[in-house]
C-alpha cells in the first residue's frame, strides 16, 4: 500500500513480463495518511478515534501563504488580528491562541510575546502539513491544551525534495504600482537533503525581508529582517536504533526610524534536539528526546536626540527530557511517557527579574480495538507543578464505523493551562498611563472540561463530509481586575462555555477541479450566559483547485467570509475589555493563486491575496490587496 | 509624426510642470512654517505661545499635559487656551492654507481638541494601545491679539509630539 495513492491491482502472465511498471494516482481524500497529534504515535488518520483535522501539503501550496499565521487565518472559525504590541493573535474556535497549544514537531515553541506564540515568525517554506485536533488535550499533552492542538509538522527527510529552492517577491500597494524591489517583501527559501551512507543529512535556510511594507508600516517598524538557519542528522545505528539530532536558529531583527523615536528590535530563538529511538523485537518503540530552547528579545527605544527610553532585555531557557514508550498488544497499543522540564525567565518586568518552573509529569494512554468497527482510547496525564497545585488531565475517546464509509466519533477530556511567568510575576509600570500591573504568585492554573461529538463520510475517491459539535467549559480563567485605580492584577474567577459546530466538506468535481468548504458557527458566552467579546458566531470557508488537464498549471481560490460579530477593545477610563460599541460588518477575503510549471526543474507562481481589498484600520485585516510572484526550482532523485 | 507631436508636447509641458513646484516652494518659505517638539509630557505639563514661539506656562495657546481620565489613568492630551477660538480645515494640505477662513467659522475651544473632545488632537486606540495623531488642519484665533495660526500635529511617541504652525495674514 503506497499511502496518499490509490491501490491498483493488474494480473499478468509471469512468462511474458520483464518489468511492470504501475502508475500510481493520488487519492484525493487522504484517509490513509499518518498523522500523530490526536494519539502521540503515528496512525493512520483513518482510524485515529480523535478527530483531527489536517492542512496538507497541497492545501499548503494553493493557499499562497508565507506563514503560519497567513495559513491559518484563512481556515473557518480562526480569526487573526496583528497586535501593534508584537506578534498575531490568534483566535480558534472563538478562543484566544493562549487556550491553544502550538507545537513545532510535536515540541512546544518557547518564547511568546504576550503569552502567545508569534506565528509570523514560523515561515512555511520547510513545513510539510499541519494537524490541528479540537477539544482539551492535555492527557497528552499538558499545560495549554485546553481547547485544542496545532501540530506543525515540518519536512522530513523522505519528504524533502533533494534541493529545493524558491524566491519570493510580495508588495502590498494595492493599486500594484511599480515600488522597486528596495519596497516590498522579499524571500528566499532553500531546504535539501544528502543522504550519506547511514547518515541522513537535511538543511534549511530562509531569509525574509520586509521594507516599507504595509504590513509593518502599521506597527511603525520599517524593515524587518528574518532569518532561519537549520539542520537535521539522522543516523541508522542499526536495524532497530536511530539517533536523531535537530537544531534551528532564528532571527529577527526589526528596526523603526521616526523624527520622535528610533526602535531597535533583536530576537533570536535557538532549539536544539536530541533524540534516540529504539524498537525490539518485542514490538517496543522508546524514543528518549532531550530537547532544549533559547530565547531572547531585546527591544530598545531611542530618542533620535541621544536619550534612550526603553530598553527591554527577556530571556527564556527551557530544557526538557522526555521518555516515550509505545508497545503494541495485537491491535492494541499502549502509549506513555515521562516528561520533566525547568524553564527559567528573566525579565526587566517580572518581579526579582528572574524567575523558575519545574514540572515533571507522567501519562499513559491504551488504544482498544474491540473489533474491526469500534476502536477507543482512553488516558490519562499527571502534572506536579514545582509553584502550584499539581493537576490531573483524563480523556476518553471512541469511534465506531458503520456501514462502508461512515464513522462516528466522540471525545471527552479535560486540560489545563498554568499560569504563565508574567501573569504571576509581572511587575511592571506602564509609562504612558502611569497604571501599574503586579502578578499574582497564587493563580491556580485555568481548567477545562470538553466535549466533542462528530460524524463523517468518505468516499476517498470524490467526497468526504463532517460535521461536529464541540463543547467545552472553562473554569479560573485568569483575567485581569483592579485592585484599586491604577494598580491591576490577575485573578482565577472567569467561566465560560465555548460551543461550536463544524461541517467541513472536500468535493472532487472532476480529475480537474476539486473544491473544500467549511462552515464553522460559535456560541460562546460566559459565566452570566453573556456572549463573550471576539465571538464570531459565522464564518465560512471556500476553496476550489483547477488543474490544467496536462498539469502544467494549477488555478488556486480561497475565500472566506466572516460573520459580523461585537469586538472586544479596551476603555482606558473604565481600566477593562469591554464590547466595542458597534458590531463589525460582515466582511469576505479572496485570495487566488495560479503556478505554472515551466519544466521538471522549475515552477513559476503568482498570487493575489485580499484581492478584494477588505480592511479595517482598528480591528483587521490591517492590509489590504496585495501580489506576490514567486519562482521555485526543485532538483530530485528523478531529475538530478 | 505622432510620436514628435507627443514628444514635443512633453517638451513644452515641462517648464509648465516645473513652474508649479517653485511656487508651492515659495508659498512654504513664505508661510515660515515652524516645527516645535515638545517636552515629555510624563516630565510635567507642557505650554506653548504662539506669539512668542516659546514655552510659557504664564501666557500660553496650547497645553499639552496628562489628563485624569479616571480610574487611575491619565492620558497624554492637548488644549487651548479659553482666550481662543478654533476651526478645522481638512479640505485643504496643510502647505496649502494661506488664507484666513471667515470669521463665523471659528467657535470657542473649550475642549475640543483634548481627549475625548469633538477634535482631539492625540486619540487612543482601545483596541491596540496606541495613540496617534489627529490629520486635521487646526486654525485658531487669538481673540486678545487678533492673530490666526494654522496648526499640524505630526506625530506623537512616548510622551512627546511634533507639532508645525505658521502665522496666517490677511495679505
Given at each position: 500500500?503506497?499511502?496518499?495513492?490509490?491501490?491498483?491491482?493488474?494480473?499478468?502472465?509471469?512468462k511474458?513480463?520483464?518489468?511492470?511498471?504501475?502508475?500510481?494516482?493520488?487519492?484525493?481524500?487522504k484517509?490513509?495518511?499518518?498523522?500523530?497529534?490526536?494519539?502521540?504515535?503515528?496512525?493512520?488518520?483513518?482510524?485515529?478515534?480523535?478527530a483531527?483535522?489536517?492542512?496538507?501539503?497541497?492545501?499548503?501550496?494553493?493557499?499562497?501563504?508565507?506563514?503560519?499565521?497567513?495559513?491559518?487565518s484563512?481556515?473557518?472559525?480562526?480569526?487573526?488580528?496583528?497586535?501593534?504590541?508584537?506578534?498575531?493573535?490568534?483566535?480558534?474556535?472563538?478562543?484566544?491562541?493562549?487556550?491553544i497549544?502550538?507545537?513545532?514537531?510535536?515540541?512546544p515553541?518557547?518564547?511568546?510575546?504576550?503569552?502567545?506564540?508569534?506565528?509570523?515568525?514560523?515561515?512555511?517554506?520547510?513545513?510539510?502539513?499541519v494537524?490541528?485536533?479540537?477539544?482539551?488535550?492535555?492527557?497528552?499533552?499538558?499545560?495549554?491544551?485546553?481547547?485544542?492542538?496545532?501540530?506543525?509538522?515540518?519536512?522530513?527527510?523522505?519528504?524533502?525534495?533533494?534541493?529545493?529552492?524558491?524566491?519570493r517577491?510580495?508588495?502590498t500597494?494595492?493599486?500594484?504600482?511599480?515600488?522597486?524591489?528596495?519596497?516590498?517583501?522579499?524571500?528566499?527559501?532553500?531546504?535539501g537533503?544528502?543522504?550519506?551512507?547511514k547518515?541522513?543529512?537535511?538543511f534549511?535556510?530562509?531569509?525574509?525581508?520586509?521594507?516599507?511594507?504595509?504590513?509593518?508600516?502599521?506597527?511603525?517598524?520599517?524593515?524587518?529582517?528574518?532569518?532561519?538557519?537549520?539542520?537535521?542528522?539522522?543516523?541508522?545505528?542499526?536495524?532497530?536504533?536511530?539517533?536523531?539530532?535537530?537544531?534551528?536558529?532564528?532571527?529577527?531583527?526589526?528596526?523603526?526610524?521616526?523624527?520622535?523615536?528610533?526602535?531597535?528590535?533583536?530576537?533570536?530563538?535557538?532549539?536544539?534536539?536530541?533524540?534516540?529511538?529504539?524498537?525490539?523485537?518485542?514490538?517496543?518503540?522508546?524514543?528518549?528526546?532531550?530537547?532544549?530552547?533559547?530565547y531572547?528579545?531585546?527591544?530598545?527605544?531611542?530618542?533620535?536626540?541621544?536619550?534612550?527610553?526603553?530598553?527591554?532585555?527577556?530571556?527564556?531557557?527551557?530544557?526538557?527530557?522526555?521518555?516515550?514508550?509505545?508497545?503494541?498488544?495485537?491491535?492494541?497499543?499502549?502509549?506513555?511517557?515521562?516528561?520533566?522540564?525547568?524553564?527559567?525567565?528573566?525579565?526587566?518586568?517580572?518581579?526579582?527579574?528572574?524567575?523558575?518552573?519545574?514540572?515533571?509529569?507522567?501519562?499513559?494512554?491504551?488504544d482498544?480495538?474491540?473489533?474491526?468497527?469500534?476502536?477507543?482510547?482512553?488516558?490519562?496525564?499527571?502534572?506536579?507543578?514545582?509553584?502550584?497545585?499539581?493537576?490531573?488531565?483524563p480523556?476518553?475517546?471512541l469511534?465506531?464505523?458503520?456501514?462502508?464509509?461512515?464513522?462516528?466519533?466522540?471525545?471527552w477530556?479535560?486540560?489545563?493551562?498554568?499560569?504563565?511567568?508574567?501573569?504571576?510575576?509581572?511587575?511592571?509600570?506602564h509609562?504612558?498611563?502611569?497604571?501599574?500591573?503586579?502578578?499574582?504568585?497564587?493563580?491556580?492554573?485555568e481548567?477545562?472540561?470538553?466535549?466533542?461529538?462528530?460524524?463523517?463520510?468518505?468516499?476517498?475517491?470524490?467526497?468526504?463530509?463532517?460535521?461536529?459539535?464541540?463543547?467545552?467549559?472553562?473554569?479560573?480563567?485568569?483575567?485581569?481586575?483592579?485592585?484599586?485605580?491604577?494598580?491591576?492584577?490577575?485573578?482565577?474567577?472567569?467561566?465560560?462555555?465555548?460551543?461550536?459546530?463544524?461541517?467541513?466538506?472536500?468535493?472532487?468535481?472532476?480529475?480537474?477541479?476539486?473544491?473544500?468548504?467549511g462552515?464553522?458557527?460559535?456560541?460562546?458566552?460566559?459565566?452570566?450566559?453573556?456572549?463573550?467579546?471576539?465571538?464570531?458566531?459565522?464564518?465560512?470557508t471556500?476553496?476550489?483547485?483547477?488543474?490544467?488537464?496536462?498539469?502544467?498549471?494549477?488555478?488556486?481560490?480561497?475565500?472566506?467570509?466572516?460573520?459580523?460579530?461585537?469586538?472586544?477593545?479596551?476603555?482606558?477610563?473604565?481600566?477593562?475589555?469591554?464590547?466595542?460599541q458597534?458590531?463589525?460588518?460582515?466582511?469576505?477575503?479572496?485570495?487566488?493563486?495560479?503556478?505554472?510549471?515551466?519544466?521538471?526543474?522549475?515552477?513559476?507562481?503568482?498570487?493575489?491575496?485580499?484581492?478584494?481589498?477588505?480592511t479595517?484600520?482598528?480591528?483587521?485585516?490591517?492590509?489590504?490587496?496585495?501580489?506576490?510572484?514567486?519562482?521555485?526550482?526543485?532538483?530530485?532523485?528523478?531529475?538530478? | 509624426?505622432?510620436?514628435?507631436?507627443?514628444?514635443?508636447?512633453?517638451?513644452?509641458?515641462?517648464?509648465?510642470?516645473?513652474?508649479?513646484?517653485?511656487?508651492?516652494?515659495?508659498?512654504?518659505?513664505?508661510?515660515?512654517?515652524?516645527?516645535?517638539?515638545?517636552?515629555?509630557?510624563?516630565?510635567?505639563?507642557?505650554?506653548?505661545n504662539?506669539?512668542?514661539?516659546?514655552?510659557?506656562?504664564?501666557?500660553?495657546?496650547l497645553?499639552?499635559e496628562?489628563?485624569?481620565?479616571?480610574?487611575?489613568?491619565?492620558?497624554?492630551?492637548?488644549?487651548?487656551?479659553?482666550?481662543?477660538m478654533?476651526?478645522?480645515?481638512?479640505?485643504?494640505?496643510?502647505?496649502?492654507?494661506?488664507?484666513?477662513?471667515?470669521?463665523?467659522?471659528?467657535?470657542?475651544?473649550?475642549?475640543?481638541?483634548?481627549?475625548?473632545?469633538?477634535?482631539?488632537?492625540?486619540?487612543?486606540?482601545?483596541?491596540?494601545?496606541?495613540?496617534?495623531?489627529?490629520?486635521?488642519?487646526?486654525?485658531?484665533?487669538?481673540?486678545?491679539?487678533?492673530?490666526?495660526?494654522?496648526i499640524?500635529?505630526?506625530?506623537?511617541?512616548?510622551?512627546?509630539?511634533?507639532?508645525?504652525?505658521?502665522?496666517?495674514?490677511?495679505?
Amino acid at each position: 500500500m503506497h499511502i496518499g495513492y490509490k491501490t491498483q491491482k493488474k494480473t499478468f502472465d509471469k512468462k511474458d513480463i520483464e518489468e511492470i511498471k504501475f502508475i500510481l494516482s493520488r487519492e484525493f481524500i487522504k484517509m490513509n495518511e499518518l498523522v500523530v497529534t490526536g494519539t502521540r504515535t503515528k496512525k493512520i488518520h483513518d482510524n485515529v478515534p480523535i478527530a483531527t483535522e489536517v492542512i496538507s501539503q497541497d492545501d499548503i501550496n494553493n493557499s499562497g501563504a508565507r506563514n503560519i499565521a497567513d495559513l491559518l487565518s484563512q481556515r473557518a472559525g480562526v480569526s487573526l488580528q496583528t497586535s501593534v504590541e508584537g506578534g498575531s493573535v490568534l483566535n480558534i474556535l472563538g478562543m484566544d491562541s493562549r487556550y491553544i497549544l502550538i507545537l513545532m514537531d510535536g515540541q512546544p515553541i518557547t518564547g511568546r510575546f504576550n503569552n502567545r506564540v508569534a506565528l509570523d515568525q514560523i515561515l512555511i517554506n520547510r513545513v510539510k502539513k499541519v494537524e490541528i485536533v479540537k477539544g482539551p488535550n492535555s492527557s497528552l499533552y499538558g499545560s495549554e491544551a485546553m481547547a485544542g492542538v496545532i501540530n506543525i509538522i515540518t519536512k522530513d527527510i523522505n519528504n524533502l525534495e533533494l534541493l529545493d529552492i524558491s524566491a519570493r517577491y510580495n508588495n502590498t500597494e494595492n493599486k500594484f504600482k511599480n515600488t522597486g524591489t528596495n519596497n516590498g517583501s522579499q524571500n528566499i527559501s532553500i531546504n535539501g537533503f544528502k543522504p550519506l551512507n547511514k547518515f541522513k543529512i537535511k538543511f534549511n535556510a530562509d531569509i525574509d525581508l520586509i521594507n516599507n511594507d504595509k504590513s509593518i508600516q502599521l506597527i511603525e517598524i520599517d524593515k524587518v529582517k528574518k532569518q532561519t538557519l537549520g539542520g537535521a542528522i539522522d543516523w541508522e545505528l542499526n536495524k532497530n536504533q536511530r539517533l536523531s539530532f535537530n537544531v534551528q536558529i532564528y532571527n529577527q531583527f526589526e528596526t523603526g526610524k521616526s523624527k520622535l523615536m528610533n526602535t531597535d528590535t533583536k530576537i533570536l530563538r535557538n532549539n536544539f534536539s536530541l533524540s534516540y529511538q529504539s524498537f525490539t523485537n518485542a514490538k517496543w518503540n522508546i524514543e528518549q528526546t532531550l530537547n532544549s530552547n533559547n530565547y531572547s528579545r531585546n527591544y530598545v527605544q531611542i530618542r533620535p536626540w541621544g536619550d534612550l527610553e526603553k530598553d527591554d532585555t527577556t530571556n527564556e531557557d527551557y530544557l526538557e527530557y522526555e521518555i516515550l514508550v509505545n508497545k503494541k498488544f495485537g491491535s492494541n497499543e499502549l502509549t506513555a511517557g515521562i516528561e520533566t522540564y525547568n524553564a527559567i525567565y528573566k525579565s526587566d518586568r517580572v518581579l526579582s527579574g528572574k524567575q523558575e518552573l519545574s514540572n515533571h509529569s507522567l501519562f499513559g494512554q491504551y488504544d482498544i480495538n474491540f473489533f474491526n468497527q469500534l476502536s477507543t482510547i482512553i488516558g490519562l496525564r499527571f502534572d506536579d507543578y514545582s509553584e502550584y497545585n499539581s493537576v490531573l488531565s483524563p480523556r476518553v475517546g471512541l469511534m465506531y464505523r458503520f456501514k462502508e464509509n461512515w464513522k462516528f466519533r466522540t471525545s471527552w477530556g479535560q486540560g489545563f493551562r498554568a499560569p504563565s511567568f508574567m501573569e504571576r510575576f509581572i511587575d511592571w509600570n506602564h509609562v504612558q498611563f502611569n497604571y501599574s500591573v503586579v502578578g499574582n504568585s497564587n493563580l491556580e492554573p485555568e481548567k477545562s472540561e470538553g466535549i466533542t461529538i462528530g460524524i463523517e463520510y468518505v468516499n476517498p475517491s470524490r467526497y468526504q463530509m463532517s460535521l461536529m459539535f464541540y463543547q467545552t467549559k472553562f473554569n479560573n480563567l485568569i483575567e485581569d481586575f483592579t485592585i484599586q485605580p491604577g494598580l491591576l492584577s490577575y485573578q482565577n474567577i472567569e467561566k465560560a462555555t465555548f460551543s461550536g459546530v463544524e461541517l467541513m466538506y472536500q468535493l472532487k468535481i472532476s480529475e480537474q477541479i476539486d473544491s473544500r468548504w467549511g462552515i464553522n458557527w460559535v456560541n460562546n458566552i460566559d459565566g452570566d450566559n453573556k456572549t463573550i467579546p471576539n465571538t464570531i458566531p459565522l464564518s465560512i470557508t471556500g476553496a476550489a483547485n483547477y488543474k490544467y488537464p496536462k498539469k502544467s498549471i494549477n488555478f488556486s481560490i480561497n475565500t472566506k467570509w466572516v460573520g459580523s460579530y461585537r469586538p472586544q477593545e479596551y476603555d482606558p477610563i473604565k481600566g477593562l475589555y469591554v464590547f466595542a460599541q458597534k458590531k463589525l460588518n460582515a466582511y469576505s477575503l479572496i485570495m487566488l493563486k495560479s503556478t505554472l510549471k515551466i519544466n521538471d526543474y522549475f515552477n513559476i507562481s503568482m498570487g493575489i491575496d485580499n484581492a478584494n481589498n477588505y480592511t479595517n484600520k482598528r480591528f483587521g485585516p490591517f492590509v489590504g490587496r496585495s501580489a506576490y510572484i514567486e519562482i521555485s526550482t526543485k532538483l530530485t532523485k528523478g531529475n538530478k | 509624426m505622432k510620436r514628435l507631436l507627443f514628444g514635443v508636447s512633453i517638451i513644452m509641458m515641462l517648464p509648465f510642470i516645473g513652474c508649479d513646484d517653485n511656487k508651492a516652494d515659495e508659498t512654504k518659505n513664505l508661510m515660515n512654517i515652524i516645527e516645535v517638539t515638545t517636552d515629555n509630557v510624563n516630565d510635567g505639563p507642557y505650554y506653548f505661545n504662539f506669539i512668542e514661539s516659546a514655552k510659557n506656562s504664564a501666557s500660553w495657546h496650547l497645553s499639552y499635559e496628562n489628563l485624569d481620565a479616571g480610574g487611575g489613568n491619565y492620558i497624554p492630551s492637548f488644549s487651548l487656551s479659553n482666550a481662543v477660538m478654533l476651526t478645522i480645515d481638512n479640505s485643504s494640505k496643510f502647505e496649502e492654507i494661506t488664507t484666513i477662513p471667515v470669521t463665523n467659522l471659528f467657535s470657542s475651544s473649550n475642549g475640543k481638541l483634548s481627549y475625548g473632545g469633538d477634535n482631539e488632537v492625540l486619540t487612543y486606540d482601545m483596541q491596540v494601545h496606541k495613540i496617534s495623531v489627529s490629520n486635521s488642519n487646526y486654525i485658531i484665533y487669538d481673540t486678545v491679539t487678533y492673530k490666526v495660526f494654522k496648526i499640524h500635529f505630526d506625530e506623537y511617541s512616548g510622551g512627546v509630539a511634533i507639532f508645525r504652525y505658521a502665522e496666517l495674514t490677511s495679505n
